[in-house]
């Protein structure tokens, strides 16, 4: 049953009976499913650092102030409970899995590059609980970086950099495993999650904006049993129950209920102020030391301070005291800058606050107009999104200039937009940016201010783009300058998506996708547009502008990728063609190790070519370049990488997305393994592939790639990686539990997870080339184990014989060496030859690379120059620096 018009969702479940929380566990909750490593303090670990999502020490007041915030639930009665009232309703559980990785991956080994046989088996085992007691699972993962919280992700990758060196340290020291509370969840961990949960039958996700508000706004209209994740966000959003993930016993489907009524009742506010009380402690948006002074100013000025509480404890008391005494004295009657000191931050704190309105929602503490944001002094505007509003277009008047202040609606959405005019320029501007987000947001700038701001000039268009910056958080908000009516306005624009939607097109929602028609395709507009599209005011796209600017211009097209982007059936693709931006996170690489380059630089050829496809040929200048946010050492993350496309020949000629997406003929199929081979330039090999058996054609052109590609790998590494694959299908879950390697070495390491980023590489090229192959035959679960390739790589390393890595199996060594002569021809047609360690001659020392040509091949490309990182200094048609392309420092 929808509930999308009501304002406030149910945040407890009715006649609900729960125990309450004592901060200790219950013996059934003490031991969480089984197989999970490490004790419960280590999990819990284990989740506060992967992710301190949401509210700045929320959670930790929670556990140690307000325990009884707490319930201990069990999701089988609540499910039982819920069928009661809505018999023909099926209990749903909506999971915000970016939050439960961690809980998911119990293998006990995860520096090998991930056991992912295992992790499959986990992943069952969760969905079978709960479909044996009739609960429905709906899961959402982040499909994009929103503008607002870049600087959030970019912390916590530098962070994590810091967290990767300690774990090399360790494993150079110990040859073992770091412990438990050094865990980091193996690479590509969120990508196959998508895929074994669709290979499961359950209904998978992945989001258009952060994934928090999709799983929110899902939870509230579809009057969901409850969200199970871990992120203090979910406090705050008044929708459905908030059920955490690292308390739940799989075993009895007991775990937490976070009330967000009595942790109303215990800071003395209302539902509505929680929002306000987010943004001022800090959140994703709203950085932490924005509003340290007057969190000071409010624990100064407490009466009421507990001595047995820590800081961040009585500073939240203090600061829910302060929201208490302002709403019982000045709300109605005073302007809420007024109020707060929110000084030169206004427009991005009104945005962190709207960020928890979900469809249907209003704030109290928007009632008022905020002066310097809507640029309409002493005027009332009820920032509110009500989708079953059928009103006439009403008009404000603003007392002193006697202007009409239209309320504009949206046809389709029925939400009314509330649009300030300048008095010098006469500009409508509506006050929040995107009709379909039902997210009200300021947008105009403080005509009194008259605060000069730094400019920047877009290279396609010469358009100059004012920059604000907060003197405190350091945090730049972008301007855009009305070339018209000279006039700045703050951009929202996502820098990932380039748009502020709300639920997308999800099969149970009662809303349509955009039909293919450039009228009705109603995103925000991007900042990368072509040229031949008439550029428009991005804060000027009102209800009668509803075509987004994005890099490619066929909106049936980006329509269909938008679709599999939704219901996660691709990887990056839907994120290229929309706003030309893309992100990588951490991958188990040592930056002390000069013989291996980085994952980032190994498959940008690859990713160079998929641009060339997605957005039709490469063109000349910035506007082709794809921004790529990837994470390696020495890249300090300041700017995105500037990447072009890649020019590359396919048999036939470059085939059309709407060719290879679209058409159903069987002889399309051949032009789609064309271009995946062109993709990984071994269209000279097909024939080879071809002849290959499932899943070992997949694998083996990986293989081809790596090994071209980088000449340190050696005949050694070449037979580990054929030997795991040929022993994984016969080896089950419970033999691969119990391998148990001779130690670890630092180097297997980086080429398992160099691997399994080449799976990642391979999901993106087959859903770019219209899925030649079957998704199933890269994933890891069934070509790649990371203790198995561990072990077969020492084996290798210290020469033992073919039969013994096949563990003396005759059937496994025919096609060991088919598989062997597959990846070596295709090498030497690409002048590489795969020689042992032992034939190495003296140039191989401490560079492992060959004399006379490059140890990592990288074609062409456009990057930003930065320094220290001398790979990166290219400019068009030049190559890498030769003398040290991937030199760390």
């Known amino acids: 049953m929808s509930v999308s018009g009501q304002v406030c969702g149910p945040s407890r479940p009715r006649g609900f009976s729960g125990r309450p929380w004592r901060g200790v566990l219950s013996p059934r909750l003490r031991s969480r499913h089984s197989g999970c490593p490490g004790t419960r303090d280590q999990r819990l670990t284990d989740l506060s650092q992967s992710s301190a999502m949401g509210v700045r020490g929320l959670q930790g007041f929670v556990g140690s102030t307000?325990?009884?915030?707490?319930?201990?639930?069990?999701?089988?009665?609540?499910?039982?409970?819920?069928?009661?009232?809505?018999?023909?309703?099926?209990?749903?559980?909506?999971?915000?899995?970016?939050?439960?990785?961690?809980y998911w991956y119990t293998p006990e080994s995860w520096v090998c590059g991930g056991q992912w046989r295992e992790y499959f088996s986990a992943l069952r085992d969760f969905v079978k609980t709960f479909s044996t007691v009739g609960i429905r699972l709906v899961f959402f993962f982040d499909g994009t970086v929103e503008q607002g919280k870049r600087d959030e992700w970019v912390r916590r990758r530098l962070k994590n950099n810091k967290e990767i060196s300690r774990i090399f340290h360790h494993i150079k020291s110990h040859r073992q495993q770091p412990a438990r509370n050094m865990f980091f969840i193996p690479s590509g961990l969120a990508v196959f999650t998508r895929f074994a949960l669709k290979t499961l039958g359950q209904e998978t996700f992945c989001s258009l904006r952060e994934a928090d508000y999709e799983v929110a706004s899902y939870g509230l209209q579809h009057d969901c049993l409850g969200i199970l994740g871990e992120d203090t966000d979910y406090l705050i959003y008044d929708t459905c129950?908030?059920?955490?993930?690292?308390?739940?016993?799989?075993?009895?489907?007991?775990?937490?209920?976070?009330?967000?009524?009595?942790?109303?009742?215990?800071?003395?506010?209302?539902?509505?102020?929680l929002p306000l009380l987010a943004c001022l402690l800090g959140n994703d948006i709203i950085p932490e030391g924005m509003f340290e002074s007057f969190r000071y100013k409010c624990l100064s000025s407490y009466t009421s301070v507990k001595e047995n509480f820590d800081k961040k404890g009585n500073v939240i008391l203090a600061v829910s005291d302060h929201i208490s005494k302002v709403r019982r004295l000045h709300q109605g009657e005073k302007k809420l800058e007024d109020i707060l000191p929110l000084g030169p931050n206004k427009a991005l704190f009104y945005k962190g606050v709207a960020s928890y309105l979900l469809p249907g929602?209003?704030?109290?503490?928007?009632?008022?107009?905020?002066k310097g944001i809507t640029a309409l002094d002493k005027q009332v505007i009820a920032m509110s999104s009500?989708?079953?509003?059928?009103?006439?277009?009403?008009?404000?008047?603003?007392?002193?200039?006697?202007?009409?202040?239209?309320?504009?609606?949206?046809?389709?959405?029925?939400?009314?937009?509330?649009?300030?005019?300048?008095?010098?320029?006469?500009?409508?501007?509506?006050?929040?940016?995107?009709?379909?987000?039902?997210?009200?947001?300021?947008?105009?700038?403080?005509?009194?201010?008259?605060?000069?701001?730094?400019?920047?000039?877009?290279?396609?268009?010469r358009q100059e783009v004012s920059v604000c910056t907060d003197p405190e958080s350091k945090q730049e908000v972008p301007m855009c300058t009305n070339p018209e009516s000279k006039q700045e306005v703050p951009l929202y624009a996502d820098p990932v998506s380039k748009q502020e939607v709300s639920m997308c097109a999800y099969p149970e929602i009662q809303q349509k996708l955009p039909i293919a028609t450039d009228s009705e395709f109603k995103l925000e507009a991007s900042i990368y547009t072509h040229p031949e599209i008439e550029q428009e005011d991005p804060m000027n796209m009102g209800p009668e502008?509803?075509?987004?600017?994005?890099?490619?211009?066929?909106?049936?097209?980006?329509?269909?990728?938008?679709?599999?982007?939704?219901?996660?059936?691709?990887?990056?693709?839907y994120s290229i063609m929309s706003s030309g931006e893309i992100e990588c996170s951490n991958t188990l690489e040592d930056e002390l190790d000069q013989a291996l380059p980085s994952q980032a630089f190994i498959y940008r050829p690859i990713r160079q070519r998929v641009y060339s496809l997605l957005l039709g040929g490469c063109k000349d200048g910035i506007s082709s370049c794809v921004k790529e946010w990837f994470v390696y050492p020495g890249n300090p993350l300041r700017h995105p990488d500037l990447v072009r496309p890649l020019p590359m020949t396919v048999p036939g000629g470059m085939p059309s997305l709407k060719l290879?997406?679209?058409?159903?003929?069987?002889?399309?199929?051949?032009?789609?393994?064309?271009?995946?081979?062109?993709?990984?330039?071994?269209?000279?090999?097909?024939?080879?592939?071809q002849a290959l058996e499932s899943p070992f054609a997949a694998l083996c052109c990986l293989l081809i790639y790596l090994f071209v590609q980088v000449d340190t790998l050696c005949l050694e590494d070449l037979h580990a990686f054929i030997a795991q694959a040929l022993c994984l299908p016969g080896k089950s879950t419970a033999q691969l539990v119990n391998l148990q390697p001779d130690y670890v070495n630092s180097r297997a390491v980086q080429l398992g997870s160099l691997l399994v980023r080449g799976l990642t590489m391979l999901v993106l090229v087959n859903s770019a080339c219209g899925c030649p192959w079957n998704t199933s035959e890269f994933m890891p679960w069934n070509v790649f184990d990371g203790k198995l390739f561990h072990q077969k790589y020492l084996q290798s390393e210290k020469g033992y014989s073919v039969e013994a890595l096949l563990e003396q199996n005759r059937s496994r060594l025919t096609k060991f060496h088919n598989l062997k002569a597959v990846v070596c021809k295709a090498c030497v047609k690409e002048n590489r030859r795969i020689v042992a360690r032992a034939h190495w001659g003296t140039h191989h020392a401490g560079r492992w690379g060959r004399q006379g040509s490059s140890s990592y091949r990288m074609d062409s490309g456009y990057s930003r120059s930065g320094q220290g990182q001398p790979w990166r200094d290219q400019g068009p048609g030049h190559r890498p620096y030769e003398h040290d392309q991937w030199r760390r420092y």
Request: negative net charge; glycine residues 0%.
């Open 361 to 370: 929602q209003k704030s109290p503490w928007f009632f008022l107009k905020p």
């Open 386 to 461: 009500d989708p079953e509003s059928k009103q006439d277009v009403p008009k404000c008047t603003d007392p002193e200039s006697q202007q009409d202040v239209s309320m504009c609606t949206d046809p389709e959405s029925r939400q009314e937009v509330p649009m300030c005019t300048d008095p010098e320029s006469r500009q409508e501007v509506p006050v929040y940016t995107d009709p379909e987000s039902r997210q009200e947001v300021p947008v105009c700038t403080d005509p009194e201010s008259r605060q000069e701001v730094p400019m920047c000039t877009d290279p396609e268009f």
């Open 66 to 102: 307000c325990p009884h915030v707490c319930t201990v639930v069990n999701l089988k009665d609540l499910a039982a409970q819920h069928r009661s009232r809505h018999p023909a309703c099926t209990p749903t559980v909506v999971v915000d899995a970016m939050c439960c990785l961690r």
């Open 241 to 273: 129950p908030y059920f955490s993930i690292s308390e739940l016993c799989l075993e009895s489907l007991d775990t937490v209920m976070l009330c967000r009524e009595k942790l109303c009742e215990s800071l003395d506010l209302h539902l509505a102020d």
């Open 545 to 573: 502008i509803k075509q987004e600017v994005t890099m490619v211009s066929d909106t049936e097209i980006l329509e269909v990728a938008r679709t599999h982007h939704v219901q996660a059936e691709s990887y990056l693709v």
């Open 660 to 689: 290879l997406w679209l058409n159903q003929e069987p002889e399309v199929q051949a032009r789609r393994m064309d271009a995946l081979l062109a993709c990984f330039n071994l269209s000279s090999s097909r024939e080879e592939l």
